[in-house]
């Protein structure tokens, strides 16, 4: 995947001062990078870049001890790359007030199963958060590739095969989650009042 500076000059462009600041710059590639210091001199932030998310008026002094889990986890092997969509989800939560960060692993090349040196990054937030940045990429991110890879299954069906297609059978298993999820949460609010 090549890296499209254009789309990371508009998502840096979209950050708050403090979202700029949360940024983790040890994760980035030299373009990412380039892009984040170029808009960090356009808004003349007077302070060096941190490698530490700032502070918070909502800071827990227990979220730094939080066990941190993944959300979210992309791999590349040149010439594709995918920190780009690190960098996507990590603004997306950082803008839902998330704390996040994209920890990136080298993966030296093997005969198995990767036979090229390659890259994995791995989105986490803490534990407590977990399902809500989950759910929260799932709706800003994964379902727009999802409705994409659909949009290209119905291209590929015939008339009359995408006239039988059982649309609401095929989601049935995601209504049935949306109901139980409302359910639980409607039970814990009332065995708190």
Same mark, same amino acid.
């Given at each position: 995947?090549? #890296?499209? &500076?254009?789309?990371?000059? &508009?998502?840096?462009?979209? @950050?708050?001062?403090?979202?700029?600041?949360?940024?983790?710059?040890?994760? @980035? =590639?030299?373009?990412?990078?380039?892009?984040?210091?170029?808009?960090? %001199?356009?808004?003349?932030?007077?302070?060096?870049?941190?490698? +530490?998310?700032?502070?918070?008026? +909502?800071?827990?002094?227990?979220?730094?001890?939080? $066990?941190? =889990?993944? =959300?979210?986890?992309?791999?590349?092997?040149?010439?594709?790359?995918?920190?780009? @969509?690190? =960098?996507?989800?990590?603004?997306?939560?950082? /803008?839902?007030? #998330?704390?996040?960060?994209? +920890?990136? %692993?080298?993966?030296?090349?093997? $005969?198995?199963?990767?036979?090229?040196?390659?890259?994995?990054?791995?989105?986490?937030?803490?534990?407590?958060?977990?399902?809500?940045?989950?759910?929260?990429?799932?709706?800003?991110?994964?379902?727009?590739?999802? $409705?994409? %890879?659909?949009?290209?299954?119905?291209?590929?069906?015939?008339? &009359?095969?995408?006239? &039988?297609?059982?649309?609401?059978?095929?989601?049935?298993? @995601?209504? /049935?989650?949306?109901? *139980?999820? %409302? *359910?639980?949460?409607?039970? $814990? #609010?009332?065995?708190?009042?």
């Amino acid at each position: 995947m090549k #890296i499209d &500076r254009e789309e990371l000059r &508009r998502h840096y462009a979209r @950050l708050s001062d403090d979202g700029l600041r949360a940024v983790e710059l040890e994760g @980035l =590639v030299p373009e990412a990078r380039e892009c984040f210091e170029a808009e960090w %001199k356009a808004r003349g932030l007077d302070e060096e870049p941190s490698f +530490e998310p700032p502070e918070t008026e +909502e800071h827990d002094e227990n979220s730094e001890d939080e $066990e941190r =889990v993944a =959300v979210c986890v992309y791999h590349s092997a040149p010439p594709q790359d995918s920190s780009t @969509l690190a =960098v996507e989800a990590v603004g997306i939560l950082t /803008d839902a007030g #998330i704390p996040c960060e994209v +920890e990136t %692993k080298f993966l030296p090349a093997s $005969e198995e199963p990767a036979p090229r040196d390659s890259y994995e990054h791995t989105v986490v937030v803490p534990v407590s958060r977990a399902l809500e940045a989950e759910a929260i990429l799932e709706s800003e991110m994964h379902n727009q590739e999802i $409705e994409e %890879k659909w949009r290209a299954h119905f291209a590929t069906l015939s008339d &009359r095969d995408l006239r &039988r297609f059982d649309v609401e059978g095929l989601f049935a298993g @995601l209504l /049935d989650r949306i109901s *139980r999820v %409302k *359910r639980a949460y409607k039970e $814990e #609010i009332s065995r708190r009042s």
